[in-house]
Each structure stands twice: as structure tokens, then as C-alpha cells.
């Protein structure tokens, strides 16, 4: 955008408080705090709330909160009985700390957005993945949705592409392992574009490029917004020719096939038109 980041001082106390001091005056100020909630969630999501809390207290004007990657959003209803709704208690910590908006990527359910009553700008890192995917040069792939949850991704890019579309039926059983079973579509002698809003563990993105592998795809890559590659997911990579994933979440670790996309000039456009008032349609 062409301006300077603001000026603030951040530490941890010896006991694990985190300190905050605004640096410079943010009276009468729109101010944008950019934050994932990712790696360390629970530490980058109170960091932002204290933040938020200071800049308030030094009379700012509004406070956008910039999450590239808002976390806990994977945990947006109860599935099993006893469970906590994560993302909806986020959304309240936000707007408890006085949040006036949210600036967020790829949200893991849209419905999300209802779970705050301030705006929500959910934008969609589809064209970065789509302008890096031109240098690539995979012909009109058949875009493959890993999952039910992905299937509107998939679509939303394979109009992009003008490509068709395939769907695995996967199944989740536990936080770290899922099972996968049919293909509806078809990739045999295609090149196949798999994508998904996260990598975690990297067991979804094995297992769809297997599936796809053994229904005899032919060039198989994959296109992820968030990267949170947790341990050992990098190496669950070795079925793709190559992986694209935004810059949502900063890179831990590298692999040749990964390439990083940036969305900085997503967000950048996005914060300059919620400044001019101007609508983000283009964005989409
Ligand atoms: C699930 O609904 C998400 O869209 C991703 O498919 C999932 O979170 C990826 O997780 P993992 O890499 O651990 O399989």
C-alpha cells in the first residue's frame, strides 16, 4: 500500500503474560492490526486481543482486525455431542475487545461471518493460486474437490479454469488420520488440480492425490490456501508434482514442489477499499 507499519512494542513477561505499547499516537486513527491465528494459536489470538485493547484505549477511531488465517474456524458447529463451538467463542473474544471489522481469507465455513455482528470481508485467495497456476502451465486440469466441504472451492475454480470437476468421498476419522473412498468425475488421462482452504496434517492432500493417481491422473497439483504444514505434513507431499499455498500463514520449512503465493496485494486492494469506501467485488 505503500505505507509504513505502525510502531509497536511487543514482549512476553518472564511468567508468559504478553506486554503491549503502542508507540506512537493512533488518536482518531483507522488502524488495521494484521494477525493469524495459526502454529500458536491460542498465544497470536490473545496477542491480537491485547493489541486491539491498546490501540482502543489510545483512542483510535476503528480497528480492523487482518486475520489472513482465522483459526479455530474448523471447529464452527457441534458435530459430536459435548463439544464447544470454538469458532463462535473467537468471534466473540473480537468484538468483546471492540473490534469494528474483519478482514479474513478463505474462511473455513462461510457461516462464520454470521457468528460476528460487525462486517466480515471474507476474501478468497483463488486468484493468486490461479495467476501462479498460469506459470505452472497445467492444462485444463479437472479440478478435484478432497472433500464434500471443498466442493464449492472447486467449482469456483474450475470456472475460473474452464475445467471439469471431481469429488472425493472422504472420511474423517480423527484429527490426524482420514479415509478415502470414491471418486465421482473423472481424471483418468487428465492433469488434476486438487484444492482445499487448509493443510494440516497433509492426510487429505495424500490421500486425494492418490486417488486421483490411481484413477490414472496424469500431472497432479495442489492448490491450498493456508498452509499449517504441522509436523510431517511436508513430507505427505511426495504424490503432487507440485503445491501452491498463500502466504497466509508464514512458510515453516521448505520443499522444492512447494511454491508460496503472496496475497499481500489481495489484502492491500481490500484495506484500500474498505478506506475509499469502494466496493471489493473485483476481489472475488
Ligand atoms: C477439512 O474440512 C479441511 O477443508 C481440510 O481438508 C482439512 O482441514 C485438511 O486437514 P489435514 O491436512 O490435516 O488432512
Known amino acids: 500500500m505503500g505505507v509504513e507499519l505502525g510502531k509497536v512494542h511487543v514482549e512476553t513477561f518472564p511468567d508468559g503474560e504478553i506486554g503491549v505499547r503502542v508507540l506512537e499516537s493512533v488518536r482518531g486513527r483507522d488502524v488495521f492490526v494484521i494477525q493469524s491465528v495459526a502454529r500458536r494459536p491460542n498465544f497470536y489470538l490473545m496477542e491480537l486481543l491485547i493489541l486491539v485493547d491498546a490501540f482502543l484505549r489510545a483512542s483510535a477511531r476503528s480497528v480492523t482486525a487482518v486475520i489472513p488465517y482465522y483459526g479455530y474456524a474448523r471447529q464452527d458447529k457441534r458435530g459430536k455431542e459435548r463439544e464447544p463451538i470454538t469458532a463462535k467463542l ?88 482420514v479415509e478415502s473412498g470414491a471418486l465421482i468425475g473423472d481424471v483418468k488421462g487428465r492433469n488434476a488440480l486438487i484444492v482445499d482452504d487448509v493443510i494440516s496434517t497433509g492426510n487429505t492432500m495424500q490421500t486425494a492425490a492418490r486417488v486421483c493417481r490411481h484413477h490414472g491422473a496424469k500431472q497432479i497439483v495442489g492448490g491450498v490456501t493456508h498452509g499449517l504444514f504441522a509436523q510431517g505434513a511436508l513430507e505427505r507431499m ?17 520443499l522444492d514442489k512447494l511454491e ?22 473485483s476481489l472475488q
Not at 455482528?117 to 501462479?132: C, F, H, M
Not at 511426495?238 to 521448505?254: H, R, S, Y
Open 260 to 281: 508460496i503465493v503472496s496475497v499481500a496485494p489481495i489484502f492491500s486492494q481490500a484495506i484500500a477499499s474498505i478506506q475509499g469506501a469502494k466496493s471489493m467485488a
Open 90 to 177: 473467537v468471534a466473540d473474544l473480537l468484538q468483546t475487545a471492540g473490534v469494528s471489522r474483519i478482514l479474513t481469507m478463505d474462511l473455513h465455513a462461510e457461516q462464520i461471518q454470521g457468528f460476528f455482528l460487525i462486517p466480515v470481508d471474507n476474501l478468497y485467495g483463488r486468484p493468486a493460486i490461479v495467476r501462479a497456476l498460469e506459470k505452472v502451465g497445467l492444462s485444463r486440469p479437472t479440478v478435484v474437490a478432497p472433500d464434500l466441504g471443498s466442493i464449492k472451492m472447486a467449482r469456483a475454480y474450475a470456472e475460473i479454469l474452464k475445467g471439469d470437476l471431481a469429488i472425493i468421498d472422504k472420511r474423517r476419522v480423527n484429527g490426524e488420520k
Open 238 to 254: 511426495g504424490d503432487l508434482e507440485k503445491i501452491l499455498v498463500t502466504d497466509t500463514i508464514v512458510a515453516e520449512g521448505t
